[in-house]
């Protein structure tokens, strides 16, 4: 069974930075494209970043571009999201996937990913 759990999360003021892991179980990580999703409370979960388990290329949300850098490191198994000029809106619960397929394009679908972290929680105060 794929395993993926989420750290690095806190509560932070706006402006500041955080970094996300997500560490994977043993599997051909570097294969499966991996992504981040956060789900605020009376939301829906929404897709924030995405990267390809073979070129690397990078997809993110308009809400987030700019300020989130997704980037991943095949030799730890491990997926990472840093994040910058973080805001308020950001409050969530921040979510790491994998990616059933390996079509060679990014998907914002969460129907898309098999497997999923737990999730940490991130807080931007004013």
């Known amino acids: 069974q794929v395993q993926l759990v989420e750290s690095g999360g806190g509560l932070v003021q706006a402006g500041g930075s955080l970094r996300l892991s997500c560490a994977a179980s043993?599997?051909?990580?570097?294969?499966?494209?991996m992504g981040w999703f956060r789900q605020a409370p009376g939301k829906e979960r929404e897709f924030v970043a995405a990267?390809?388990?073979?070129?690397?290329?990078?997809y993110y949300a308009d809400s987030v571009k700019g300020r989130f850098t997704i980037s991943r490191d095949n030799a730890k198994n491990t997926a990472y999201l840093q994040m910058t000029g973080l805001k308020p809106e950001d409050t969530a619960v921040y979510y790491c996937?994998?990616?059933?397929?390996?079509?060679?394009?990014?998907?914002?679908?969460?129907?898309?990913?098999?497997?999923w972290g737990q999730g940490t929680q991130v807080t931007v105060s004013s």
């Open positions: 996937a994998r990616d059933a397929f390996r079509r060679g394009i990014l998907s914002t679908s969460r129907d898309d990913y098999d497997y």
């Open positions: 990267i390809s388990g073979g070129s690397g290329s990078t």
């Open positions: 043993p599997y051909t990580f570097s294969r499966y494209d």
